[in-house]
């Protein structure tokens, strides 16, 4: 898909991925809107977007609220008009114990943001999205929707199910000619995802990527209609310890969270 004169929506664009994302879309000629809570971030991306060119524009909106979503789907009728790429980012991950008071509670706010906005975007843009085809969804999933880290149970179930429902939605939507393509960046240090413990890890530090991979992949899979694709592209070879030797992967999966469970010893002990 050529991008240029495309209208684009990018929710999570205050920051990170999202950010990086809708300037990269700006770049190649797209109109795009860029979607989160913090208005004064997107304000910021909007001028940051404004070098290149018109057309662009901001929703403050929390997509895990159904009456968010549905005020952008007005926007975007009312300013364009029409929806060629819907690009579902927005996530986050804070999450206490299942047993801690709060901990169900993390749970189903995750997965409202993580999963349902995503579904909630794409249900109610999909009018949108059907009457100007060949169009795209892109879902920002996770490595974390493939391989199950133990310290972070809410945001690994909120990724498989988007990972799944996905995979799913390709078949589903292919005869409307809607693209559906999931991208999944593994340790990228953003502002909700710093990757101290990874970047401070000798050996892990290699397998850190950076945002502009990511927004590489995004803009690879609308333009080539890719319906996956993982950054940085070596981490499919982490899923093979799970589906050939389940015993080692688990094994893994131990030992990296008793490392972090020293280190987190020792930095409150120092």
Not at 134 to 155: D, E, K, Q, T
Request: proline residues 5%; glycine residues 8%; contains cysteine.
């Amino acid at each position: 898909m050529e991008l240029s004169g495309k209208v684009c929506v990018v929710t999570g664009a205050s920051s990170g991925i999202g950010r990086q994302t809708a300037l990269d879309l700006g770049r190649a000629g797209a109109r795009v809107c860029v979607v989160a809570r913090r208005e004064d971030r997107l304000r910021d991306v909007m001028e940051a977007m404004s070098e290149t060119g018109d057309g662009h524009s901001l929703v403050v909106a929390d997509v895990a609220k159904k009456g968010d979503v549905r005020a952008l789907k007005r926007h975007i009728e009312e300013t364009y008009g029409r929806l060629d790429v819907l690009i579902n980012n927005a996530g986050f991950s804070n999450e206490r114990p299942l047993w801690e008071r709060g901990g169900v509670g993390d749970l189903e706010k995750t997965m409202k943001t993580n999963f349902f906005g995503a579904v909630y975007c794409t249900a109610e843009l999909l009018p949108l999205l059907t009457a100007a085809t060949p169009s795209s969804v892109v879902n920002v999933a996770s490595i974390a929707g493939r391989l199950a880290f133990g310290g972070a149970p809410a945001y690994c179930a909120s990724k498989f199910a988007l990972v799944g429902w996905s995979e799913a939605m390709t078949f589903q939507l292919r005869s409307k000619d809607v693209h559906v393509s999931l991208v999944e960046p593994g340790l990228i240090p953003t502002e909700g995802f710093p990757q101290t413990d990874a970047l401070a890890d000798p050996i892990l530090r290699y397998a850190v990527g950076n945002v502009e991979q990511v927004s590489d992949a995004i803009l690879d899979a609308i333009q080539h209609r890719k319906p996956e694709r993982v950054v940085p592209r070596f981490y499919y070879l982490f899923q093979l310890p799970r589906i050939l030797a389940p015993p080692l992967y688990r094994l893994a999966q131990e030992k990296l969270l008793a490392a972090k469970a020293s280190r987190a010893l020792n930095s409150g002990s120092s």
